[in-house]
């Protein structure tokens, strides 16, 4: 089955203790991209990824990390959580390309996360 | 950089009447696509409906169909027949296969609410 597959759904983590966000597709795509969610402010993307070792920065890409030394796996990373990254989580993927195929896209099932 | 705009936040409809949802977008790009998402209590992200830039025939999948109007680079989604089931957050997305080369940035979302 194609998936996006995220990993926490949930957590409830302190301040500065460094946590990942795991995400794997398994459907072979390039692009990759991670996005936060919060009232009023709709999607934010933070970073995304065209292809392996290819990465760049969204609109809030301050506090967090991103790599993709493998093309099923876009971790995001937390160095030093603060309360403002409470938010939840949303990772991506699709194809590149024109037509359907390059325009259908997968997310996962999105990472609730509180920072206290 | 491109932009996405929905400038309704709220939108309420009667039960088997229609509603127009708004979507705007900033883009010097010409071969992109745009997409209508569904985002129910469950917060997953559901795919309403796509429209490729260069195809002049507005989309329709059953009772969501959409106003697409190029040089007004304006995206509009029209839900006839409003069910309770309806009810969600709206979020409008874009997709260039430009410069950009297939980033997929939202807008902040409208929220609908449907009433029996």
């Known amino acids: 089955e194609a998936q996006v597959t995220q990993n926490p759904r949930y957590l409830i983590t302190v301040t500065g203790k460094k946590l990942t966000v795991t995400c794997s597709q398994n459907?072979?795509?390039?692009?990759m991209s991670w996005y936060r969610q919060d009232p009023g402010l709709g999607l934010r993307q933070i970073y995304y990824s065209m292809n392996v070792e290819v990465t760049d920065k969204g609109d809030v890409p301050e506090g967090y990390k991103v790599s993709r030394k493998e093309k099923r796996n876009f971790p995001l990373i937390l160095e030093s959580p603060s309360p403002n990254q409470t938010s939840l989580y949303f990772c991506a993927s699709s194809p590149r390309g024109r037509g359907i195929a390059g325009n259908t896209i997968y997310f996962g099932e999105g990472s609730w996360l509180t920072v206290v | 950089a491109q932009t996405v705009t929905q400038s309704q936040p709220e939108m309420s409809v009667q039960e088997a009447e229609t509603v127009t949802l708004s979507c705007t977008y900033d883009t010097s790009e010409s071969d992109y696509y745009l997409f209508w998402y569904k985002q129910p209590p469950s917060r997953q992200m559901i795919l309403v409906i796509r429209q490729e830039a260069y195809k002049q025939q507005n989309a329709t999948e059953n009772r969501f169909s959409v106003n697409f109007q190029k040089a007004a680079k304006s995206f509009s989604l029209k839900i006839s027949d409003s069910q309770l089931g309806d009810a969600a957050m709206y979020f409008c997305?874009?997709?260039?296969?430009?410069?950009?080369?297939?980033?997929?940035?939202f807008g902040k979302g409208t929220k609908l609410s449907v009433k029996p």
């Open positions: 997305a874009y997709r260039s296969f430009g410069g950009s080369q297939g980033n997929l940035i």
């Open positions: 459907m072979n795509h390039e692009y």
